[in-house]
Structure formats: structure tokens, C-alpha cells
């Protein structure tokens, strides 16, 4: 079906071909929806781009406005939708239960928590057998943090600087991002640690991380060997003998962090900080609320890339492809520490997010393949998008695994200065002008975060690499 408008910023890139034909809009017009935010919703809400985008109805990796205008979403309602926009086999399951039931709370047994609880712990290792079901990924790493306490009887849990892990006032004390801070009293008993980023850290090599694409400052470490490892496990000894007791609650880390902008760490760092945290008594908490469910590519979990176990995994977002619900899966001996006094939760686990749930480990694990295709797209998209690195200065550093991708935007490759906010700003609005949508991050907000449905084919990534070249090119005339 052409298109009928022109957009405000011209490619040559030819969006791909896509059968699905949107509804007609028919709710309130645009300036009446513009009034209705200002008037009614919170503030805190913000949206993205100078002309925020009301957006009408959803396909797999593709999303149409109220004029019809169709967009490649590379950032999936922030890493949440997995298995593509209403996609038909997960909408039919929850059409079906829908009629059927939607709510009686986890006082009775309904069937589909407990299917969807054997489904759910049969992909994770052994020990980690016992789910709690809660809304959201703060939710779970508020329980996780609550549960390591008390399993532990000791208060204190460190976290990585750059870390979020939810905005709860129990979570946001592990969340380590400047703009997610508030003025009031939080982190009691959180203690961050430095962020082993092998980009912008002190140190750092093109030999140290697990991704097609490495960074572009050298090492010169012998084979078998990784200086910049050694030096920030040093760093974390450091916060171990110095800013926590001799025994604590926990260590909880993304095994890549998402909103940091797809930050990774060298090999083996999260292995020996586990040993560490797990010598002074400590659980280890996994949060795979960006990683999880095949993201990657090489592992359905994110803990898997870096050979370890945790003792507390937290999932969220891509577990219900949109539907509010979440996850903790701990050990039967963890989970016993809950049960000393009354912990419920409404809504967690109901008969409606238990089918979906299910239908999204079918369709993604089973049917699909998409653990597979974030492998192969991904590595393909990363590769593509080193080339533009290589290419423009302001191209930092392009790292990631699977579909979880971070492209960072410097002045220059030498200083590693974030872009102007500015800068960035027109970049990424032009790419939305020519039809893809990409998420932000990083402390500076100077990351392009990619992250889309697990979907997306080659072809969508010919044409996204292709608007970005575009959207360069036009900041290179602007310079």
C-alpha cells in the first residue's frame, strides 16, 4: 500500500512492504488529546519528540499513527514488547480467557498460574524453581531486595553505578542514574559500586566484551587475560571493605544495562563479583527485565551470557509482550524466608496474565524461533552500525548482544564527550520523520537505545541503517 503523504524528511532508504492495514482513527483529534495530557495527566509523563506522536494501532514491529502514517518501532514500548505488536497467537489466547476469566486472585487455584509457573521454571537451571508473580519490574526487585533481606538478616545491597532498577521508593535507592533521583530520602542500605564500563570507564579494551562489536580503544593484554577485569573487581573489593558491613543482603545487576544504554561489562566481571558478594553471605540478584526471554540471542537469559547462576532472577517487560505483569524466581529455601508472615499481591498472577504469559513463551521459545532471529538480525544490525562508527566521528561506540543494541553519540572519538542534547535531539527526530523509532539512554541521554520487537528481519534493518546514515548526513551538512 503507498503512502499518500510526504514525509518532513526525505530518504532513499524504501521502507519495507507490510500487508496489515490499520483501522480507521476515529477518537478525539489530535489538539483535543494535546489539551487532554496538559489538563489531566501527571506531568512526570513525558513524552518523546517536539511533536509527540498519537499513535492509533499496532503490528508486530510496526506501529501507525491516527493518520496512518507506519513506523518501525526499534524500541518496542521500552524493551517490552517481545513478540511483535498484537501479535495474533498471543491475542487469541487472551481473547479466549478473557471470556472466560479474568481475576479471583492467587486465594484459589485457577489452572493457568500453575501451567504457567511449570512452563516457566522448566527454561530456568536448578536451583531457581519457585516463581512469585507481581505488575511490574520495579514490583519484583522491590520483593527481590525484601527477599534478600530477610533470608539473609542483613540489611546492606550493592548495586552498579548506571544501574536502573525501577522508581519505586524501596528500588531507587539501587538506581543509579542522576535524572531518576528525586529530592527526598532513598537508598538507605544501597551502596553503589563503579560501572566496569569499558567504553567510558577508565578502563577498557577492543578485546573485552561479549559483542560482535567491540570498542575501538586498544588492549594490550596478553591472551587469556583482561587488565580492565581485574582493575574494576578491584574497584569492588574497594566497596567491599570500605562502604558495607562484613556481611550484606545481596549484589543485584543487569547482566547488560538497559537504560545505562546497552552497557556491558568485560567478561568474567559479574562471575567474580558473585564469588565476592557471596563470601560476605549475600544473594545475587539477576534483573533480566531487558534481558531476558532471548534478547540476547546466544542465551535466553541474560545471566547466561556471563556463566553464572543467580540466586534471585527478576523479569518484567518482554514477559507479557505489553501486559503488565512480572515475575521473581528464586530457590525453595529464599522463597521459605517469604512465608514467615502474610505476603500477598492482587493481581500478580492472574488467570489473565498467566495465559498470556504462557502464549508469549510459545510463541517466542517455541514457535517462532525469535531467541534465533535476535541472534542473527542482531548481529547483522551490529555490524551494519559498526560501519557507520567507523565512518562518522560522533559514533562512539556501537555495542550490545542479540537485539539489545546502545549506540553512543560523542563530539569526538578521542575525548569520548557526550553529543549536545541538542545535537542528538535533531538526529533522532529525523529519524522518526523518516519512519523508525529509537529509544534514549545513557547519563547524558547521548545513547541511541535499539531494542526492538524480536521480529524485525534483515530487511527492516537495511532500511533503519539506512535512515540513520540519512539522519548523520544531514547533522554532517548542519555542523
Known amino acids: 500500500r503507498q503512502q499518500k503523504w510526504k514525509r518532513s524528511v526525505s530518504t532513499q532508504a524504501k521502507m519495507p512492504p507490510c500487508d496489515f492495514v490499520p483501522e480507521k482513527y476515529k477518537s478525539y483529534p489530535y489538539e483535543r488529546m494535546q489539551k487532554i495530557r496538559e489538563q489531566y495527566i501527571v506531568p512526570s509523563l ?10 492509533h494501532q499496532g503490528h508486530m514491529q510496526w506501529l501507525f499513527d491516527y493518520e496512518g502514517r507506519r513506523y518501525l518501532d526499534l524500541f518496542a514500548g521500552i524493551v517490552t514488547v517481545s513478540v511483535g505488536h498484537c501479535h495474533p497467537k498471543v491475542t487469541m489466547a487472551t481473547q479466549k480467557q478473557l471470556s472466560r476469566l479474568w481475576h479471583t486472585t492467587n486465594i484459589y487455584m485457577h489452572p493457568s498460574i500453575h501451567e504457567y509457573a511449570e512452563k516457566l521454571t522448566s527454561l530456568l537451571p536448578d536451583p531457581l524453581k519457585v516463581v512469585y508473580l507481581t505488575n511490574s519490574g520495579s514490583e519484583a526487585n522491590d520483593l527481590a531486595m525484601f527477599m534478600a ?22 528500588t531507587l535507592g539501587l538506581t543509579s542514574l542522576g535524572p531518576y533521583k528525586h529530592g527526598v530520602a532513598n537508598g538507605f542500605g544501597c551502596t553503589t559500586t563503579m560501572l566496569p564500563d569499558v567504553f567510558r570507564g577508565p578502563w577498557g579494551g577492543n578485546r573485552c566484551r561479549d559483542s ?9 593484554c596478553p591472551e587469556g587475560a583482561c587488565h580492565a577485569k581485574d582493575q574494576y573487581i578491584e574497584q569492588f573489593k574497594d566497596t567491599l571493605n570500605t562502604s558495607v558491613p562484613k556481611t550484606v543482603a545481596g ?11 546497552a552497557v556491558q561489562y568485560p567478561r568474567n566481571f559479574l562471575k567474580e563479583a558473585y564469588r565476592l558478594v557471596r563470601e560476605r553471605g549475600g544473594l545475587c540478584i539477576s534483573d ?5 526471554f532471548g534478547r540476547t540471542g546466544s542465551h535466553f537469559w541474560g545471566f547466561q551470557t556471563h556463566n553464572v547462576v543467580p540466586d534471585i532472577v527478576t523479569l518484567a517487560k518482554g514477559i507479557g509482550n505489553g501486559f503488565p505483569m512480572a515475575a521473581v524466581v528464586t530457590t525453595k529455601e529464599i522463597a521459605g524466608s517469604l512465608a514467615q508472615n502474610l505476603h500477598i499481591n492482587t493481581f500478580g498472577g492472574s488467570p489473565l496474565a498467566c495465559v498470556v504469559g504462557a502464549a508469549v513463551l510459545d510463541v517466542g521459545r517455541m514457535e517462532d524461533g525469535l531467541q534465533k532471529n535476535s541472534e542473527d538480525v542482531g548481529t ?5 552500525l559498526a560501519k557507520l562508527r567507523d565512518k562518522f566521528e560522533i559514533i562512539g561506540d556501537v555495542r550490545g548482544k542479540g537485539l539489545m543494541i546502545g549506540v553512543e553519540m560523542v563530539t569526538d572519538k578521542d575525548s569520548r564527550c557526550p553529543l549536545p542534547a541538542e545535537e542528538v535531539d535533531q538526529i533522532w527526530e529525523d529519524c522518526k520523520d ?4 529509537i529509544g534514549r539512554g545513557g547519563l547524558y541521554n547521548q545513547t541511541f537505545r535499539i531494542k526492538p520487537p524480536m521480529c524485525i528481519t534483515k530487511k527492516d534493518v537495511d532500511f533503519a541503517v539506512e535512515v540513520f546514515r540519512t539522519a548523520l548526513e544531514r547533522h554532517m551538512e548542519r555542523a
Do not use: W
Open 434 to 437: 523518516m519512519g523508525v523509532l
Open 149 to 170: 533481606r530477610l533470608h539473609t538478616r542483613s540489611f546492606d545491597i550493592i548495586s552498579l553505578r548506571g544501574a536502573y532498577h525501577g522508581g519505586s521508593p524501596y
Open 380 to 384: 547483522y544490525m551490529l555490524l551494519e
Open 288 to 292: 533480566e527485565v531487558q534481558t531476558g
Open 212 to 220: 560482535p562489536v567491540q570498542t575501538v580503544r586498544k588492549c594490550s
Open 251 to 261: 549484589f543485584i545487576a543487569e547482566p547488560i544495562q538497559g537504560v545505562n544504554g
Open 46 to 55: 513525558r513524552m518523546y519528540y517536539k511533536k509527540p506522536l498519537l499513535l
